[in-house]
């Protein structure tokens, strides 16, 4: 609040915990007042109304990710899908203002929304550049230049160009720039493995692409598989 030229006149809260004398003395004595929502009427404040709407987008990012990636979703990654609704929900603008709860708190106004242009899908394959590479050295011609990670949030600490990535032998985390996001899950397959009957469609699709007027099957044309 300090930050932002922001006074605080005011709390709204339960009556557990902000009844203890501590909390109250130091209210009064920066001259703010205290107030409480009625027992079973959380609805009374605005803030648990906020809570309650970030937990339900939380809810949506972890199924949707169990949903596309089941073998690496978990729910031992709440706190980051937590910390993703709750970067969308303070910056995303209101129908009824056009402006984000963050540009009401701040007073500032954003002018282009780049920090929500630069999110991606939650728990989304994500590749991330080789650390030689990163570095600026070389890798032998047939080493793999990116390692496949799990996009997690947007950092607190970074820029929004930088992207918690959690690599799934390891289970690390660590902040990352140079990242190719699959936001559809389209590099994920429900074995784990690229099956021949997915090699054979792109392949399909490949020869189509170049000859639109191919047979639907490469193998009646000697001419196609030739090229």
């Known amino acids: 609040c300090d930050s932002h030229g922001v006074t605080v006149k005011e709390y709204v809260?339960?009556?557990?915990?902000?009844?203890?004398?501590?909390?109250?003395?130091?209210?009064?004595?920066?001259?703010?007042?205290v107030s409480y929502s009625g027992v079973g009427a959380h609805h009374q404040n605005c803030a648990e109304r906020n809570i309650q709407?970030?937990?339900?987008?939380?809810?949506?990012l972890l199924l949707h990710f169990a949903i596309h990636w089941p073998a690496?979703?978990?729910?031992?990654?709440?706190?980051?899908?937590?910390d993703q609704a709750v970067h969308i929900w303070s910056r995303m603008p209101r129908s009824n203002s056009q402006t984000s709860p963050l540009e009401h708190f701040t007073g500032f106004q954003s002018v282009n929304h780049h920090d929500l242009q630069r999110l991606h899908e939650f728990g989304c394959p994500?590749?991330?550049?080789?650390p030689k590479l990163q570095d600026g050295q070389k890798l032998p011609k047939w080493e793999r230049r990116s390692r496949q990670g799990v996009h997690l949030s947007v950092s607190r600490l970074y820029s929004t160009t930088?992207?918690?990535v959690s690599n799934p032998d390891t289970g690390k985390m660590s902040p990352q720039h140079h990242?190719?996001?699959?936001?559809?899950?389209?590099?994920?397959?429900?074995?784990?493995?690229?099956?021949?009957?997915?090699?054979?469609?792109?392949?399909?699709?490949n020869h189509k692409h170049h000859h639109p007027d191919a047979p639907s099957d490469p193998e009646i044309s000697p001419a196609l598989d030739d090229d």
């Not at 339960?14 to 703010?32: I, L, R, S, V």
């Open 13 to 33: 809260g339960d009556n557990n915990p902000f009844h203890a004398q501590d909390w109250k003395t130091d209210c009064e004595a920066q001259g703010q007042a």
């Open 53 to 60: 709407e970030t937990f339900k987008m939380t809810r949506a």
């Open 72 to 82: 690496q979703a978990s729910t031992s990654l709440w706190p980051f899908a937590v």
């Open 126 to 130: 994500v590749h991330v550049l080789a």
């Open 162 to 164: 930088v992207h918690l």
């Open 179 to 205: 990242c190719v996001f699959d936001d559809k899950f389209s590099t994920v397959f429900t074995n784990g493995s690229f099956s021949d009957d997915v090699w054979n469609s792109l392949e399909l699709s």
